[in-house]
């Protein structure tokens, strides 16, 4: 008979901090040798103790007086990473900031279908109001989008299932996949992804779900020239290419949030681009 000991109770809070499930967790003690009603006990448990002590505020790292601490970020080691259906290759890792550059991750196919499917439905793009929380049109943000629903269809359940396996983050964590269509000279200047502790806007955004702790942003195209994802702090640029796609994280367990993670859409300087983003948060949403 197992016991729940320190590394089970280690366990235990980070599945609860990351926002699993407590049916999963119940799953996978039973598999790794407690009896049932034992692991529903530790489980109860565990989220109990998360319901007494309030999570620490989300504060933004400050190179000078309190660095990021860069704790293990999920995604998987290796050169070729086993994400649901698909092998995806691993062509870049970066420790400050955390990022991983990846290929493959959508065919050429689910490229082109993706494009499809999302041309005729596109809005233009809008940015949050850090003082109201609303949704503001901005100058510098020129692109148009579309949101789609988690599990909207079968395509879009497939490559959410296999997101969630690549960046080995729980699927109910993550927001709707957004396709973003940006013309020639269409650009998105330097911002972060997370949203700003200190801006009274931000609680409406984090209400649900909690902070956004990493984004993926999948190309659908190869853009002739220009619109590489841009990261100024850090002085790295990923260039779009069809099927590929940048991996960042910017909160760690400390809900310490990264500024090197600063980053933005170059301009296109000829052609169009289109890309697929997934935002992640702390726990489950929507
Ligand atoms: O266009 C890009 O490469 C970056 C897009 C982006 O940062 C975002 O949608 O949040
Ligand atoms: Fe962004």
């Known amino acids: 008979m197992r016991v729940v000991d320190a590394a089970w ?39 109990d103790r998360r319901a007494s002590g309030p999570a620490a505020p989300a504060t933004v790292a400050d190179p000078a007086t309190n660095p990021y601490r860069y ?20 062509l870049l890792r970066c420790e400050r900031p955390q990022l991983v550059v990846f290929a493959d991750v959508l065919s050429a196919a689910e490229c082109a279908e993706l494009i499809e499917r999302s041309r005729h439905r596109l809005k233009r793009s809008t940015t949050v109001n850090p003082l109201t929380g609303r949704e503001d049109v901005i100058r510098n943000r020129t692109s148009e989008g579309v949101w789609y629903r988690r599990g909207e269809d079968q395509l879009i359940a497939r490559v959410e299932r296999r997101i969630a396996s690549l960046t080995n983050w729980p699927l109910e964590n993550g927001e709707g996949l957004q396709v973003l269509h940006y013309g020639t000279s269409g650009e998105y200047s330097p911002h972060f992804d997370f949203f700003a502790p200190d801006q009274p806007g931000s609680a409406v955004h984090t209400a649900q779900g909690g902070q956004r702790v990493a984004t993926l942003i999948i190309y659908l195209n190869d853009v002739a020239d220009g619109g590489e994802t841009v990261f100024p702090t850090a002085g790295l640029s990923v260039a779009a290419q069809a099927g590929g796609a940048v991996y960042f994280r910017y909160m760690n367990g400390e809900r310490q949030l990264d500024p090197s993670t600063l980053h933005g859409g170059a301009p296109v300087l000829a052609g169009d681009k289109w890309i697929m983003t997934k935002w992640m948060r702390e726990r489950a949403y929507g």
Request: overall charge negative; aromatic content about 6%.
């Open 9 to 47: 109770q280690e366990w235990l809070s980070s599945n609860v901090a990351r926002g699993c499930t407590p049916g999963s967790m119940v799953d996978a003690m039973v598999q790794a040798g407690f009896a049932d009603g034992e692991a529903r006990v530790a489980v109860h448990h565990a989220f």
């Open 71 to 90: 704790d293990a970020a999920p995604v998987a080691r290796g050169n070729l990473i086993h994400a649901a259906d698909r092998e995806v290759r691993v």
